[in-house]
């Protein structure tokens, strides 16, 4: 593990789709930092004292959407934090922005095939805009949003995969 980490945007910020992986991640990468790690979803949760389905079914999608802006917009004076966002994060263009000033935004791709693949609880996971429709309409949709916001982009279905990814962002850490 090498020193830097100072300054302003001294965090790392994962924005991507449900199921890719940003907690998962996020927290081995914190764990190999010696960073802390911090999920968004699960602060809103804590907060609001429910879950997040629970938070949906009481507040509608645009209540959730919007808890999650004013969470995140709460995330000041942090170092060295890992933090991994919920997928529908990127609908607040003012969430981004303060992600962006606050840390650097790395957007985690891979297939929607293999996201799928990964989690078995979609229709349960209050997936925010999935309705009745596809992961990969989903996807369609949100891809230039994650692509916009972010600083950086890695590829989970690249070589090497989660483990390659995971070495690039310990290598992101370690220089900013
Ligand atoms: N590289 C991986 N290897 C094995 N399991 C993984 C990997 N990445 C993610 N998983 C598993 O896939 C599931 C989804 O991952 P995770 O919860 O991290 O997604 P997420 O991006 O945080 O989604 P959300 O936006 O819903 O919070 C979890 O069960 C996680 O343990
Ligand atoms: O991609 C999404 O729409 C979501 C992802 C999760 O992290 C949660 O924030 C919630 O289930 C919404
Ligand atoms: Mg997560």
New binding site residues.
């Given amino acids: 593990m090498t020193e830097p980490a100072h300054g302003p945007r001294a965090n790392i910020c994962l924005i991507g789709?449900?199921g890719v992986g940003?907690s998962y991640l996020g927290r081995r990468l914190a764990a190999r930092l010696g960073w802390t790690f911090l999920d968004?979803?699960e602060l809103?949760e804590k907060r609001a004292g429910m879950g997040?389905?629970q938070i949906?079914a009481q507040k509608g999608e645009e209540g959730?959407k919007a808890l999650?802006e004013r969470t995140i917009l709460g995330l000041t004076d942090l170092r060295r934090h890992v933090v991994a966002?919920?997928?529908?994060?990127v609908y607040s263009a003012k969430a981004m922005g303060h992600l962006r000033a606050i840390g650097h935004v790395v957007y985690l791709h891979d297939q929607p095939a293999n996201i799928a693949a990964r989690v078995d609880n979609l229709p349960t996971?209050?997936?925010?805009?999935?309705g009745d429709g596809s992961l990969e309409r989903l996807f369609t949709a949100r891809r230039p949003l994650y692509e916009a916001a972010a600083h950086l982009r890695l590829d989970l279905d690249g070589p090497g995969g989660a483990e390659a990814t995971l070495a690039a962002l310990e290598a992101l850490a370690q220089n900013i």
């Fill in positions: 789709m449900a940003k968004v979803d809103m997040l389905q949906v959730f999650e966002t919920g997928g529908s994060a996971r209050a997936v925010i805009g999935l």
